[in-house]
């Protein structure tokens, strides 16, 4: 065996830890990351995010989705994937008399290495980081009380992030399934302020938190795949995520202050109380038929009962979410078959090229007055490949399909009914897949 991998595996380490400094970053500005944990991360890969959130019955040689760990099982070249995105948009308020605030904000989103260990047994595993929820609001409000006028100012921030570890393997030809082994860790901040401007007989207050949760969440997947004729085949995927329990710490203070922002008095002062924050199961299944290296349409669809979460005790009123996707890739030609020469694989790079297209519509997990906020996006999206050959002992050459993912989802969320918010935005990704063999066994004459 060759010892470079070796080599590489610190330098994948350093990019992981790079990763979770850069989820500290707020990777949302919503309004709705107000409630429980946050805004809910998509937990899929760009790839998968640019056919409509299609990943369940995703599979590769190439690749894997993190969504479903079966994936892994058909992983021949070890895959190393790091994605970013950017948000652009606006938040809407009011029905009548609307008003417009603009928004953006960049954040990286994943790191991930997917090493198969034996090709021939389907035997294959995964590391990576990803953020699983984010706090990012600022959110001022005016009011009347007692004839007197108030401001509210309520801020949040930090988020939960996901370390993972990953496991697939081939039962037989047609069945592989998988887990992820996942440690959540986070902070969530959040700030309180109800001030009265210029009130001698009236003392204004703040609320100041900050909650520090862990704990380990499991995930269990299975694909089924069947050849079927003309190079067609077809594969469903099932997942299954294990509701958790995390270890929770909160530190709050609740104070009085005058006028002038001299604090009067302490009401709260908890300095580290105990509880749990309680997160539901999850269930999705997917479908995908066509030619893995030309055209595949893909439907999935997801649950998760957040009527079931609490954090020490309370739930502010959370639901079932449901999402419902749809999507697909093209790709001209099959990649670089070996009749053609170079000079052919520059000028027909686009014809190489995968192009992506899907759409999708959530029921969210938020229940806001009596409305359940809905989101609905379309996705469109370009794979670029990037092609090299290896030369393997013995004077047999491999090719090494690496791509990089870029595109946009266009995503309304929300309404301006019923005193809520609209959120229309388009985030931009870029993602980066690079393939590569790192085991190779030598022959020796």
Known sequence: MTNKPLRRIP???????AGMISQAQNATKSPYSIYGIGDLVYGGFVQNALTGRTDRSFKQENSFTYINPASLAFLKRTSFQLGARMDLGKFTTGDSAKTETSF?????????????LSEKKGIA?????????????????TGIFDSVKYVNDFGGSGGINKVF???????NKHIAVGTNFNFLFGNLAETKFRIYPNQIDKFSYSDESS??????????????????????????????QLGNSLNARRRQIIRTFNMNGVYIDTIVNDKDKAGNIELPMSYGIGYSIGKPEQLMFSLDYFTQDWA???????????????RYSAGLYYQPDALFEKSSSKRDHFKNYFRYTRYTAGAYYENTHLMIKGTQVTE?????????????????????????????????????????KNGLIQEDY???????????KWFIKRKYQ
Request: aromatic share 14%; with cysteine; glycine share 12%.
């Open 11 to 17: 330098l994948f380490l350093c990019i992981v830890f």
């Open 104 to 116: 953006n904000n960049s954040t990286f989103s994943y790191f991930s290495l997917g090493i198969p």
């Open 125 to 141: 595993f995964s590391l990576g980081i990803m953020p699983h929820s984010s706090k990012g609001y600022n959110i001022t409000s």
């Open 165 to 171: 570890a990953g496991f697939g393997m081939l039962i």
């Open 211 to 240: 909650t520090y949760a862990k704990g380990v969440q499991i995930d269990f997947g299975l694909q089924y795949t069947e050849n079927l004729r003309k190079g067609f085949e077809h594969t469903l995927g099932i997942t299954a």
């Open 308 to 322: 079931k979460y609490s954090a020490f005790g309370e739930n502010p009123g959370l639901t079932q979410l449901s």
């Open 376 to 416: 609905f996006g379309i996705t469109f999206g370009m794979q670029l490949p990037y092609v090299r050959q290896i030369k393997l002992p013995g004077g047999d050459q491999m090719t090494l399909v690496s791509r990089i993912n870029i595109g946009a989802d266009y995503a309304k969320r929300g309404t301006t």
């Open 426 to 436: 388009l985030r931009i990704y870029l993602a980066f897949n690079f393939s590569d």
